[in-house]
């Protein structure tokens, strides 16, 4: 069963603190990609990555930054967390040149106080 | 760039019926695909029906259907025989035609539903 798992269910951290949420797929995909859900907003991407040391700005990407050393592993870094940043996170991998074909993660909830 | 609307926040529907989902679209894009994804409790995005806009024939997957409108860019879902286990928000999403690496989902904000006895 291909799978997208995201290493923390519930995280808590202090604002200013560095923060790592992490992402890996076992399906051999090109593409990654890290989402925000908020109440009312619905899901904005914030960076994707195309390839290994890729990466490419989403929607909205201030106050993260994302690495990708290997093809199966994606990280989200929010550098100095902030209150603001409290939401959940949704990871997604993709197949290039598939038709859909998102395989998404069971998400992130952070909580920054 | 492209925007998707989901214009009802919330919705409810009585086990065994039929309820339909609004979602709008806007793009200057001729071919692109839409989608509806399912979110449980569980939290697990799940793919419920995809539509090719080059298609005429609008999508059915078992009991979800879709309304497809091309000209007034709308995508709606319909739920016929509603189960408890329909019960999440639904996201209608937007992907442009071109699957490369740059081609990435564009969502709406969502629709909750809920299914009481």
């Known amino acids: 069963d291909v799978k997208v798992t995201q290493s923390s269910r519930y995280l808590v951290k202090r604002t200013g603190e560095k923060v790592f949420l992490e992402c890996v797929q076992d399906?051999?995909?090109?593409?990654m990609f890290w989402y925000r859900q908020d109440p009312g907003l619905g899901l904005r991407l914030i960076y994707f990555s195309y390839d290994v040391k890729m990466k490419e700005k989403g929607d909205i990407p201030e106050g993260y930054s994302v690495s990708r050393e290997k093809k199966e592993r994606f990280s989200l870094i929010l550098e100095s967390a902030s209150t603001n940043q409290t939401s959940m996170y949704l990871c997604?991998?993709?197949?290039?040149?598939?038709?859909?074909?998102?395989?998404f993660g069971s998400g992130t909830r952070l909580t920054v106080v | 760039a492209q925007t998707v609307t989901q214009s009802q926040p919330e919705m409810s529907v009585q086990e065994a019926e039929t309820v339909t989902l609004s979602c709008t679209y806007d793009t200057s894009e001729s071919d692109y695909y839409l989608f509806w994804y399912k979110q449980p409790p569980s939290r697990q995005m799940i793919l419920v029906i995809r539509?090719?806009?080059?298609?005429?024939q609008n999508a059915t997957e078992n009991r979800f259907s879709v309304n497809f409108q091309k000209a007034a860019k709308s995508f709606s879902l319909k739920i016929s025989d509603s189960q408890l286990g329909d019960a999440a928000m639904y996201f209608c999403?937007?992907?442009?035609?071109?699957?490369?690496?740059?081609?990435?989902?564009?969502f709406g904000t969502g629709t909750r539903l809920q299914v009481t006895l």
């Open positions: 399906m051999d995909h090109e593409n």
């Open positions: 539509q090719e806009a080059y298609k005429q």
């Open positions: 999403a937007f992907q442009g035609a071109y699957t490369g690496t740059a081609s990435k989902l564009t």
């Open positions: 997604a991998s993709r197949s290039t040149g598939a038709l859909g074909g998102y395989t």
